[in-house]
Each structure stands twice: as C-alpha cells, then as structure tokens.
C-alpha cells in the first residue's frame, strides 16, 4: 500500500496589535518629504490669497446695493445691520391715555423692512437703547420701539413740537441677492457693441503673433544660418522693452506707412499690428524653448526622409508644440481682452470704437463709480478670459517648462 505524501503549510501568527504595522503620521511626512509638503502649503496658500478677493467682488456684485453700503461682504449670507433715520407720526395725531399723552404707530408704515435691533435719538449713538423696553429720551418723554417696528411714543404734557420727531434706529436685514446689477451693466448703451469690438480685436490679436512665432521659434531652433544666435539675444532682449516707452515710436511709424499706402489711422489693422509687435518676443522666447527640447532623432529622420522644413514644421513640430501654443495663447488673449491703452490709441474712443475696458470704464464714470456696478462690470469683464483659462490651462505648465532645462 502506497504511503499517501502530506504538505504542511505554515500560517504566519498575526500581529497582535494590527495598528503596529501602519507608519505613523511622523512617518508618512517623512515618506512625503518636508520640502514637498512646504510647497503645497505655499501653494494652497497662494490659491486661498487669490480666490478671497475674487469671492468678495463676486459675492458683492450680487448683492442689494443697501446692503453693500451697509456692511462688508463677509456678513451677505448672514445679512446685514444698517442704520436709517425716521420720523414718527406727526404730533396732530396724539391721544392722552392714563393722563399722559401718546403717539403710536410703526416705523415701517406697514411695509416690513426688516427688525429692529436697538435705537437712539441721536446720530452720534443709533444705537443707545434696546428694543422691547421703554426708554427715558429727556424732557419727560419715553419711547419705545419694538423689533417689529411698532412704537410708542408718550409725554407727561402734550406735544407742542410742529414737526415729527426723529429717531434713528439699527435695522437688521435678511441676505438680499439680486441680478439686477448685471442687467444695469448689460442693458447698458454700447456694451454689445463694445463686447464685439473686444473679441475682434483679442482673437486675431493672439493668433498672428502666434503663427509668426511659430515659424521664427523653429527656424532659431532646427535651422543653421549666420548670425542666429545674435537673433536670439535680439529677441530675449525685446522682451523687456515696455509698452509705453516704444507706444509713440510705433504709432508714428504706423501712421506713416498708412497714409503711404491708404491705410486709415483708425482702423483694426493698427491694433491688431500694435499686439503683435509687443507680443512677439516672448512668444518666439516660450516657443523656441518648447520646439528646441523636441527629440532631434523625430527630425533628422524626417529629413533623411526627404521632408522639407515647412513639411516639418507643419506635420510634426506643430502637432507636438501644442502645449507650447496654447500656453502663449492664454497670455496673449489676457493681455489683449483687457488692454484699454493700445485700442484707445489705434482704434479710437468713439463710441462705436470703444472696447469692452473703455465702455465699462466710462459706464463707471456716467453712474458715479458704484459699488455694484463696479463689481458686476468687473466679472463681466473677465467671463471670457475665465473661459479661455479653464479650456486650455491644462497645457499651461507643461508649455512653459518644457525645454527650460534642455535648449537647442
């Protein structure tokens, strides 16, 4: 009879504290890294400094404009204290009660315009006595006011004054939210058409200088010829010029090729001219660092293939430099969406020809420079730049450091 073979199998005895085998909180930090924990801290609060003014100009652009006169936009949600000045009834309509004289009647004149809180009878303290409970004003007199709004208002003697008294009292509101701001700026006159000329001039604005570059980042990158390197200093170089110092020069220049060639002084050409000039050094800097940290084996194989350098320019570098584009897309279309100088001076400041910065900015002026209209005329402003970011803001930091290490 065959002996039957047996395997043992040794089960490892379990811990006995399963919570021994889990790192400890010092021990994942540790695993983490200090200094990588330190940049996210630095980062969230960067992200925090940015977003609360943000929140508190789209918090306040929605609210009554009482009650942004009346307290800060941190107290929307949890309404409002304000102080407003009143009178009570007139004194022809006192009764004696109990032998004293009486006046009655509500503050609110039957429309609730919120509660009570406390009152005064003087500017200088609005809130010197407490709702609910009579108050000695002097003079004999008392004065109570309830939360509600209803009062009473009585005298030892009669009331001899010909004019009403006047109380100040604390009011607390509930939250009040209304879109009628961005209607005000909306339905404004020449904010459509100010919106239309904005778009004409930011989109053709970010895309020339953007095919220009293009073609000049892969000619400095991929491309040999005399006195390349003295071209890029150039470029790097212009990149600090400032706007204003080089606005006039270049104004100047334009208008004289215009009148050479018929070109009207105010006319689209100009600005989209003016953005592509100032844009263009730094977007040949971003793109040329981009297109010259692509693999050198993907283009000396396509020119061992026989491709030309516009066929590969055309079919691998620009395919592969799209995060490079749409990171320069982004700055440039920020820059020309809100410029007010450039399109003032190109363009014109007629009423036909204001962009959506110079209507907004005179729609401020004509309305005495509002709250609510300053905040609402504010998010209305950045809507489509908002738009841009979230769509391509994926490629933002991929498109700016890549090739910063590595150069060609």
Known sequence: MAATATTTTTVPPLPSN???TSPSIGTRLRRVGLPRLLVHLSVLAIVILWLIPTLGILVTSVRDKE?????GWWTAFSGSTQMEAVRLADPATQKEEGGRFV???SIFEGNAAG???AFGVRVQDPSAFEVGKPADIGDGETLQINQDGSYIYSKGAAFDDK???RVYVSLATAPEFTTQNYRDVLTSAGIGQAFVNSLTVAVPATII???IAAFAAYALSWMHFPGRTLLIAVVVGLIVVPLQMALIPLLTLYNDIGSFFGIPSRSYAGV???HSAFGMPLAIYLLRNYISGLPKEIIESARVDGASDFEIFVKIVLPLSFPALASFSIFQFLWTWNDLLVAMVFLGTGKDQLVLTGALNALLGSMGGKWEILTASAFITIIVPILVFFALQRYLVRGLLAGSVKGG
């Open 163 to 165: 004019r009403p008294k």
């Open 115 to 117: 509660s009570v809180s």
């Open 209 to 211: 200088p953007i095919l």
């Open 18 to 20: 399963p919570r021994a």
């Open 103 to 105: 006046i009655s009647g």
């Open 67 to 71: 009650q942004i006169t009346a307290s």
């Open 272 to 274: 989209w001219l003016a």
